[in-house]
């Protein structure tokens, strides 16, 4: 069955390649559903490495075909299900068209890559050190 399933996602990644979204979107979509029921990697992960990449490209496919939601969708299913390589999800030229949308793009980026720096939590202690006064331009 596993063997079954990585020649479905060669066959749907080389209908993506050929430009063949409709196509390539059916196949990933069938390789996500044949993800093993109970599967329980040695880290623990719940995803296996397959079920990452195909709903990632998933969400590709959609943002090939202009369906902006759907592939934000997508996309937030590949990070929730473990694919973490958010330097490829920012530069990805296939995800251009997810990213157009600026506020919802990143509100699913937030959800996963949190910054080192939380500008947020920075502002809030700079606030609580500033023990009453009123903020100075410099202090923002």
């Known amino acids: 069955m ?9 066959s749907a990644l080389a209908q993506f390649n050929k430009k063949e979204f409709e196509a390539a979107l059916i ?12 599967y329980l990697s040695d880290t623990f992960s719940r995803f296996t490495p397959v079920f990452k990449a195909a709903q990632y490209n998933v ?3 959609y943002a090939a075909v202009g369906q902006v939601a759907p592939g934000l ?7 929730g299900a473990g694919f973490e390589d958010y330097s490829k999800i920012r530069s990805d030229s296939n995800l251009a068209p997810l ?7 990143d509100a699913v980026m937030r959800k ?21 006064r009123k903020p100075d331009d410099d202090d923002e």
Do not use: H, W
């Open 27 to 38: 196949d990933f979509e069938t390789v996500i559903a044949m993800e093993p029921a109970k």
């Open 59 to 61: 969400a590709c496919c």
């Open 73 to 79: 969708e997508a996309l937030e299913a590949a990070m």
């Open 99 to 105: 990213r157009s949308d600026k506020k919802a793009f």
């Open 112 to 132: 996963y890559d949190e910054p080192i720096i939380n500008e947020a939590a920075v502002k809030a202690l700079k606030n609580l050190f500033l023990f009453g």
């Open 2 to 10: 596993n063997e079954e399933r990585v020649a479905l996602f060669d």
